[in-house]
């Protein structure tokens, strides 16, 4: 393989695009399978069988179309139209889509465009009918998704751009949407140092929650001394309610593959693994899909791109433990032990993997170092605000009319996620908050809804930007309920490894317990905040550290419904 | 999970235990090289093809890999994935992440565990139907989900879920618990 390959397949795959005049893309994503996408597309493939039309339309299984709550989702790409976008598909809708809008769209005889006539009604082997002027039958409109709701038109993507665009189990499709034209790049045109730098120019922070200058992580892995290092790409999503990395890994595997590889050489690493949790089995296949056809191509292996740089990738799959999500952690147990955490310093970066170097970042952040590399850093930098550039991931769930995955631009408020992306509170409710980082995180009420989203606004605010679950709260939703909630997963969660939080967590339990039942005194809530403060600061790892913020966010902002419980027991 | 069928070419060569889950265990440890460090791995195999991992399993395993026992049963009983029992000839999983908490899985998950008599992580006594929980399975546009038997399914009832779950136990267990 070498760079010129790359513009062949591209090539290949828009000639083969330009055969089939028509795609229509089916969200194959694990939301939009079990709302039904299945029958839908088994739907749409018998109509368009039953019309002959298999030439010319292609089916392709795409990663996820971004608005969960209104799958099955299909988009329609026709040779010029606008695409158009299908919500709740069904078998019956998806044979409409066929009867009603490419059987027409593909018949001749239809009154030519302007531009058609000029060139003469001949050469149009099939006169195209404009779909917007096909006149839809009853229900099939009510499938049709306006592509202008500010659910889409808020949303900035980076990261997620061939999301939904793309077939995730086929290499030629991503390459042909531009893919791996970053590793060309990095590999013939700049040095190790210059693609750190250029990572470190674009303000890149991890996002994995912490927030850590990615660019600054690389540079102390590149300098740091050893006959070996590793590459990790932490897929261990663990904080319910979130479910970025598993979108992201379901969607687009190559691009986190290809910010991996380049991490590799900016670095000198040899050797990459991608720890993925087991409760993520299509991610885990579409990944070891997506390893094998890059070895095929010689994307991995020896000499990639001609070059004397080598790089081999591993997948490692977790067995179900939130804690493996802390860097030293999921460390121990790639090496296939106990997930447990160790004390740092020593940083991985300095002692890792087998006491190696290791790079360690969250598999999103990886998603950004191929539009960093082909755009420009200063491109990067100027989008977001001052200390947190690009944009986020959120999965963005609970009390709303509009749930799913969005990215969007670092600075924008809370308010516009949530009133404008999310379509509001249903049922006529109110908003009461927003829980950003999970158990690790906090909630950040109505009064502070115009905070913009950036790592030290929400940290601010006793929350967390998190690794990026947005799970909206409504007035029904009791707070030490909610709090009490993520203090039980931590119970379940905490290694055990050190005393504070293996104690403090079921302690603070507990007492969470006592105070929602209506048992709980005023000396309760005294005793719950010291045990926070304790437990925050004497814990070993982040588990520890942060499993109090649910508590001390609530208290903080809601401490008169533990009033309220304290005093008359409800 | 339910045991996977080997192929006619692991059947062919049977394994000395004359039980041929055993070449798929083994067929892992060959492509880890029999290193120790694929002890995850290892164990993520059995777990899949045995269903659960007993402690001749755990044996089997720790002599294969020449691993200590213990450091196998450690690492089997750190992972919350990794079951010593085995499941119920049908599964319900009931979601308890952030997002379906929102939406009252709680209910559905001790509607289920009224229905059956049963707490989460137990199975019915005649081996029906397992019900147990999970921590977010990220479907959460969908909140509140179940998982019944590897299906995901969304924006479920207590009462749906009873439902399904009857279904799933047969009659018997309908029985026992009118």
Wanted: charged share 20%.
């Amino acid at each position: 393989m070498n760079p010129a390959d790359l513009t062949a397949i591209t090539h290949r795959e828009q000639e083969a695009r330009g055969r089939h005049r028509c795609r229509v893309l089916c969200c194959s994503s694990t939301a939009c399978l079990a709302s039904g996408g299945g029958a839908a597309k088994d739907g749409l493939t018998r109509a368009v069988k039953l019309h002959g039309l298999e030439k010319n339309v292609q089916i392709v299984n795409t990663g996820c179309m971004g608005l969960c709550s209104l799958g099955p989702m299909m988009r329609l790409e026709a040779q010029g139209e606008p695409d158009t976008l299908y919500q709740r598909m069904t078998a019956d809708s998806a044979h409409q889509v066929v009867d009603e809008q490419l059987v027409p769209y593909f018949q001749p005889g239809h009154t030519p465009t302007e531009a058609e006539s000029e060139v003469g009604a001949h050469d149009f082997p099939h006169l195209r009918a404009s779909l917007s002027q096909v006149r839809l039958g009853r229900g099939l409109d009510e499938h049709l998704l306006p592509q202008d709701m500010p659910f889409f038109t808020r949303q900035k993507k980076i990261v997620l751009a061939r999301a939904g665009l793309i077939d995730p189990e086929r290499i030629e499709d991503y390459i042909a949407h531009g893919g791996y034209t970053a590793l060309a790049k990095a590999l013939t045109q700049l040095t190790p140092e210059q693609v750190c730098a250029e990572i470190q120019a674009s303000g890149l922070r991890g996002r994995g929650g912490a927030g850590y200058p990615t660019g600054l992580k690389w540079n102390h892995v590149r300098k740091a001394d050893g006959p070996r290092k590793f590459v990790i790409a932490n897929g261990d999503e663990g904080d319910p309610g979130a479910y970025m990395d598993r979108t992201l890994m379901e969607a687009d595997p190559h691009s986190i593959l290809e910010g991996m590889i380049i991490a590799g050489y900016a670095v000198g690493a040899q050797h990459g693994y991608l720890y993925v949790r087991g409760e993520y089995p299509v991610a885990v296949k579409r990944l070891e899909k997506a390893i094998r056809s890059a070895y095929r191509q010689g994307l991995l292996g020896d000499d990639i791109f001609g070059t004397a740089f080598s790089f081999e990738v591993d997948i490692r799959i977790g067995a179900g433990a939130f804690v493996c999500g802390e860097e030293t952690a999921l460390m121990a147990s790639v090496e296939g032990q106990r997930g447990t955490p160790r004390m740092r310093p020593p940083y991985p970066a300095q002692n890792g993997l087998w006491n190696a170097p290791t790079l360690i970042n969250n598999v999103e952040t990886y998603g950004n170092i191929t539009a960093i590399l082909n755009e420009g850093a200063a491109w990067f930098a100027g989008i977001g605000t001052e200390k947190s550039k690009g944009t986020k991931i959120f999965a963005l769930t609970g009390k709303l009319n509009h749930t799913g995955l969005i990215e969007v631009p670092m600075g924008i408020t809370l308010r516009e996620i949530v009133f404008e992306i999310g379509g509001g509170i249903p049922g006529g409710r109110q908003f009461k908050a927003a829980q950003t980082g999970g158990p690790s995180g906090g909630c950040i009420p109505a009064e502070h809804l115009d905070t913009p989203v950036d790592y030290e606004s929400l940290k601010a605010l006793g929350s967390i930007m998190g690794s990026g679950g947005l799970v909206v709260m409504d007035d029904a939703s009791s707070m030490p309920d909610v709090a009490k909630f993520f203090m039980e997963f931590c119970v379940d969660e905490s290694c055990g490894k050190c005393v504070p939080c293996r104690v403090g967590t079921v302690q603070m339990h507990r007492l969470l317990e006592k105070v929602t039942a209506g048992q709980g005194q005023a000396a309760d809530l005294q005793k719950l905040e010291n045990l926070c403060r304790l437990v925050q600061r004497t814990s070993l790892c982040g588990l520890g550290q942060s499993a109090p913020n649910p508590v001390l966010s609530t208290l903080r902002y809601f401490r008169h419904e533990y009033d309220a419980l304290v005093a008359n027991g409800r | 999970m339910p045991p996977s069928t080997p192929s006619k070419a692991e059947a062919h060569a049977e394994h000395p235990s004359g039980d041929p889950r055993f070449k798929m265990v083994d067929r892992t440890i060959k492509k880890f090289n029999g290193e120790r460090d694929a002890l995850l791995e290892v164990l993520n195999t059995a777990q899949e093809v045995f269903g659960y991992l007993s402690e001749d399993l755990m044996i089997y395993v720790s002599q294969q890999l020449h691993v200590p026992l213990a450091r196998v049963f450690g690492v089997a009983t750190f992972y919350h994935m990794f079951t010593f029992k085995p499941l119920g000839e049908h599964t319900c999983i009931v979601c308890l992440g952030t997002a379906c908490y929102v939406k009252q899985s709680n209910e559905i998950m001790a509607a289920l565990e009224q229905e059956f008599g049963l707490k989460a992580g137990q199975t019915t006594a005649d081996g029906k139907l397992s019900i147990s929980s999970a921590r977010c399975l990220g479907s959460c546009g969908l909140a509140p989900v179940l998982v019944v038997d590897g299906q995901v399914v969304g924006r479920e009832t207590p009462g749906g879920a009873i439902q399904r779950a009857r279904t799933l136990a047969g009659k018997d267990v309908a029985e026992v618990a009118a």
